[in-house]
């Protein structure tokens, strides 16, 4: 199995502040990276795939980069409704997560 | 508007048996692969189960292998699993979810909102 170690795993951001979420993946997987965001009692909402392409709905605050084994998420200006746990996914071969990341806001 | 709704949870002692259900709106339930992703008490995402969009492939992790069954009924645009020999370990929040299936990589771009499941004397 592909393991995925995120960092860090807890975040606290002000309002407006720049955050980064980084996953490492234990082999290479050729972008095929994905971010949920997961409220309290709330199943995960897809928030970018292919490790850049943003989800239909989802802010343009939220973006994706890297390749190889090295991905990160931006919020490009936190707000209220951003806090939550994410998550990485990779969708290379059988479906594998990070174990989360709890944003709040300071 | 996608809808995925989790049925058929609930309590039950170790070594029994449940069978979750999943109904699914607003897609054609028949184009798609579907998967079951589980979520223990405070803990992280696992997926667990992905079933073709035609029942010819079925895949399980290794944590559920043997003991959890995946199937469908496309005329009834239901997902199933199956859950024999429960352990206190499969105690969780069980999500199916639509498969999005982009660029040779698969992810979840619909989510249910969960049933839970407890294993415990």
Redesign the interface.
Known sequence: ?IQMTQSPASLSASLGETVSIECLASEGI???L?W?QQKPG?????LI??AS?L?DGVPSRFSGSGSGTQYSLKISGMQPEDEGVY?C????K???????TKLEIK | EVQLVESGGGLVQPGSSLKLSCVASGFTFSSYNMHWIRQAPKKGLEWIALIYYDSSNKYYADSVKGRFTISRDNSKNTLYLEMNSLRSEDTAMYYCAKSAYRGYADYFDYWGQGVMVTVSS
């Open positions: 199995d050729s972008n095929s994905a949920y709330k199943s995960p909402q897809l795939y292919g392409s989800q998550y996914q990779q969708g290379y059988y479906p594998t997560f990070g174990s989360g």
